[in-house]
Each structure stands twice: as C-alpha cells, then as structure tokens.
C-alpha cells in the first residue's frame, strides 16, 4: 500500500519560512513526478509545485521566487521550501506522486495545515 505523510506545517507569521516534506512508503519514488498542492477554505484545490522525475520543476505564478520544489530519491522525499509567506499562502498542503499512462497511478497524502498570520 502506497503511502505519502506531510509534515512541517505549522503556523508562521508574515515573512517567515517554513519546509515542508512528504515521505513515500512502498513506492519506487524515483520514477514518479511529485507534486506541493494547495486548498484554502472556499477554494479549488491548485498545484503550487511540480518537480518530475527528471528533476525539472514549475510553480504557480503566486508563489514564484518564494517557494523551492526538490526531491531526495535517497529519501524517498519531495520538500517544498516556503520563504516570504504571506497571509493568503493559507491552506491545507498535500503531497501528490504521479505516474501517467500507461501506468495511470496518481496517490495523495493526508495534507497538513499552513497558517500564516500574524
């Protein structure tokens, strides 16, 4: 059974940073494209984050030059470092791993809540 755990959330006042990591149990963490999404109350779920399993990354336009997508395959873990955290950077964080087709696999954390406010 695949499973991906977030931790690092937390509550942060404007400005600060905080690094999130998502670990991977039973899966070949190398060959999955990962992903930071996002979900503020009211909202739709959006992808803040991307890195693919050759290393190549891409971000929302609302968090460019503030946030970093990496991987550790070592690990089995994807961070996402948060820098200059505004109050509307607020949501609940999940960790996605992904494979296309053929494979057609897609799997989820259980989120971990980002609060900024002063």
């Known amino acids: 059974q695949v499973q991906l755990v977030e931790s690092g959330g937390g509550l942060v006042q404007p400005g600060g940073s905080l690094r999130l990591s998502c670990t991977a149990s039973?899966?070949?963490?190398?060959?999955?494209?990962m992903g930071w999404y996002r979900q503020a109350p009211g909202k739709q779920r959006e992808l803040v984050a991307g890195?693919?399993?050759?290393?190549?990354?891409n971000y929302a336009d609302s968090v460019k030059g503030r946030f970093t997508i990496s991987r550790d395959n070592a690990k089995n873990t994807v961070y996402l470092q948060m820098n200059s955290l505004k109050p509307e950077d607020t949501a609940v964080y999940y960790c996605?791993?992904?494979?296309?087709?053929?494979?057609?696999?897609?799997?989820w954390g259980q989120g971990t809540q980002v609060t900024v406010s002063s």
């Open positions: 996605n791993a992904e494979r296309p087709i053929p494979w057609g696999e897609n799997y």
């Open positions: 039973r899966i070949n963490f190398s060959i999955y494209a």
């Open positions: 890195i693919t399993s050759g290393g190549s990354t």
